[in-house]
């Protein structure tokens, strides 16, 4: 009698033990997600920049999945949703994903979130910073097409008048194909251009002056009343 309730014990025990194996896997705790094996670098081109800058993320994947989509977040310090896009990964694994500092960001740090799938665990969090200052120079120098040199050399050379020239400036900043600073219009009886400004504009022409000098020379129009921007 004994003998069979120390088999019985025995038995049972067994049982559980064996049962218990079956629901941790044998033994061991669940695998985690195949998602957890996609990761995500990311980075920008510098660390800090000025208002009206961009800022260019770049970055790979250890895996390439067509069915995944890869999407970049950035927050403010107050960790407030400022933007947020689905981005394409190449097939060789890269990115690349580029965002104007426009009127929707401010001064301060933010938080960049690239995050591969449905995962937590493919997010990966970086940082850059913004400064208060706006970048007014490159933004002059980058909005002058080179086919306006074509035009201040015509007018340098006397192949076009003074009105000419004007108006043809006058509709390119207008078309927002060149870009210049707030400057105060002025008023003036007089209509001849100074020759130092069609000087300037061969000079420019023939790449002896910077974008930066040329539009000195378009600022001086518009302060002596000699050219007109409409509103």
């Known amino acids: 009698m004994k003998i069979s309730l120390f088999f019985v014990i025995t038995m049972s025990l067994l049982l559980v033990s064996f049962s218990g194996q079956n629901a941790l896997g044998y033994g061991g705790p669940p695998e985690q997600s195949s998602a957890n094996n996609y990761t995500v670098k990311i980075a920008p081109d510098k660390e800090s920049y000025n208002l009206g800058e ?4 770049s970055g790979t994947v250890n895996k390439h999945n067509e ?50 799938g449905n995962s937590k665990a493919t ?42 020239f004007v108006e043809g400036i006058q509709f390119l900043i207008k078309e927002g194909l060149m870009k210049i600073p707030v400057t105060e219009q002025g008023s003036t009886t007089a209509n001849k251009i100074p020759d130092w400004i069609k000087n300037n504009a061969g000079w420019w022409a023939d790449g002896q002056i910077d974008d930066s000098s040329f539009v000195e020379g378009i600022q001086f129009l518009i302060k002596e009343g000699l050219m007109k921007l409409s509103s």
């Open 54 to 57: 961009s800022v260019i993320f």
């Open 67 to 116: 069915d995944r989509n890869l999407r970049i977040s950035l927050f403010d310090s107050s960790k407030n949703l400022v933007s947020t896009q689905k981005t394409l990964v190449n097939p060789d694994k890269t990115f690349s994903y580029t965002v104007v500092l426009d009127e929707e960001f401010h001064e301060g740090k933010y938080l960049v979130k690239a995050q591969y």
């Open 123 to 164: 997010v990966e969090s970086i940082s850059f910073m913004i400064n208060l200052e706006m970048d007014n120079s490159s933004s002059v120098d980058a909005k002058i097409p080179d086919w306006i040199k074509n035009n201040a050399g015509w007018w340098a050379d006397g192949q076009i008048d003074d009105s000419s």
